[in-house]
């Protein structure tokens, strides 16, 4: 079968986790059919003073390939304001700029679909709240063509409930979710087959104890209670309330080891925090390796990677109990702990510090779950399972 992802960003080794999500359903799919992608060749935005919101030009080539996966990507168009800014306007005109017209969009990506649409056997788009996709639908709804939505859906954020991308999801013939909050939510208002294709992680990656000391010393943590959070520095993923309630735990032996790529710029203002910045995956296992707990109360998650791979180390998780993705994920007291404030965050980082056998139940348990529901396998099965049922 030939199958066509389109999608606005899509390359190797990005910390985007949607992006990685992406990366691996296409190795999936590349297993037993030819998978082919139509990107932009933009990792990143910026706006211009004029408050032009600009989709840079990362990657130089036009085609490509990532494993078995051809990968053509093309240029994108500007959205352009009409008039000049001032300095005092011009970061909330961005922000309503980005917000409102929500691009990339690509005029050459589009003719290219106009002209190949009738090549492919399954045509998937994928993700919010990138209009690129409502663009792609028209296209394929006017030429009578059928195709998927994987919508990497954020029930909390309002950017992925704009009314272009309810049309987006009206007009396929079938929605890909990776949790059971939002397969049931698509499910009650769409009418249509919503299938929950979860995801999978590979195995973790078995550190020496030396490497693991080495680790420790070398970023001060020897000795310490570590609690990992790896997620980007940015307002959504809510980073700040987890570095808030340091102040509560009094012990200086617990320290909170942050590792995500730097958005918002802030200071990290607190002796108990160890921050990275854009860790390599090397770095990045030797953390797991090397904590005692998970903590991610990202506000909006379209499924939670970062438990899995958590899990795949054995290690215990705390997730945000208003994320609808996170808490239908985590089973609360099982393998991990569900809360929503700084005080009910250091009770559950108080209870796994001062009961070793229970963190590590909850560890194992959720080790058991990556093994039995979040493999490779598991994942290829009923990924092609679901695909012949629409």
Not at 3 to 10: A, N, S, V
Not at 59 to 73: D, H, L, M, S
Request: with cysteine.
């Amino acid at each position: 079968m030939k199958i066509l992802l389109i999608t606005p960003f899509f390359y190797e080794n990005s910390k985007l986790g949607s992006v990685k999500y992406l990366m691996k359903l296409c190795e999936i799919l590349s297993d037993d059919n030819e998978v082919t992608v139509f990107t932009t060749k933009s990792k990143s935005i910026s706006f211009s003073k004029s408050g032009s919101a600009v989709w840079n030009k990362d990657i130089n080539e036009t085609e490509g390939k990532i494993g078995k996966i051809t990968v053509k990507r093309f240029e994108t168009k500007r959205n352009v304001a009409l008039f000049t800014l001032t300095p005092k306007i011009l970061e909330r005109f961005c922000d309503w700029f980005y917000y409102n017209k929500i691009g990339p969009l690509s005029n050459q990506l589009e003719l290219a679909l106009k002209k190949e649409h009738c090549n492919y056997d399954l045509i998937i788009l994928s993700y919010f709240p990138f209009k690129i996709i409502y663009s792609c639908a028209r296209i394929l709804k006017k030429n009578k063509k059928d195709y998927l939505v994987i919508p990497l859906y954020h029930h909390n954020d309002p950017t992925h409930s704009k009314k272009f991308l309810k049309k987006t999801l009206a007009w396929s013939s079938g929605i890909l979710e990776l949790n059971e909050f939002s397969k049931n939510l698509f499910s009650k208002i769409y009418k249509k087959n919503v299938f929950n294709i979860k995801g999978f992680v590979p195995r973790a990656i078995m550190h020496s104890e030396k490497e693991v000391n080495d680790f420790k010393r070398k970023n001060g943590l020897s000795g310490k209670f570590i609690i990992l959070m790896v997620n980007r520095k940015e307002p959504s993923k809510n980073y700040e309330l987890v570095i808030n309630s340091l102040k509560y735990i009094k012990n200086p032996n617990v320290t909170l080891l942050f590792i995500g790529e730097d958005i918002d710029k802030k200071k990290i203002n607190s002796e108990k925090v160890v921050y990275i910045n854009n860790a390599s995956d090397q770095i990045l296992s030797l953390a797991y390796s090397a904590s005692d707990v998970l903590c991610n109360i990202s506000l909006n998650e379209s499924f939670g990677l970062v438990f899995l791979e958590a899990w795949s180390y054995g290690l215990a998780v705390i997730g945000n109990r208003n994320c609808e993705a996170v808490s239908c994920l985590i089973k609360n007291g099982v393998d991990g702990f569900l809360c929503n404030n700084e005080k009910e965050l250091v009770e559950k980082i108080f209870f796994l510090k001062n009961n070793q056998e229970a963190k590590k139940n909850m560890g194992l348990a959720g080790r058991q779950r990556v093994k039995n529901e979040f493999n490779r396998g598991v994942y290829k099965k009923n990924l092609c399972g679901y695909l012949l049922q629409i």
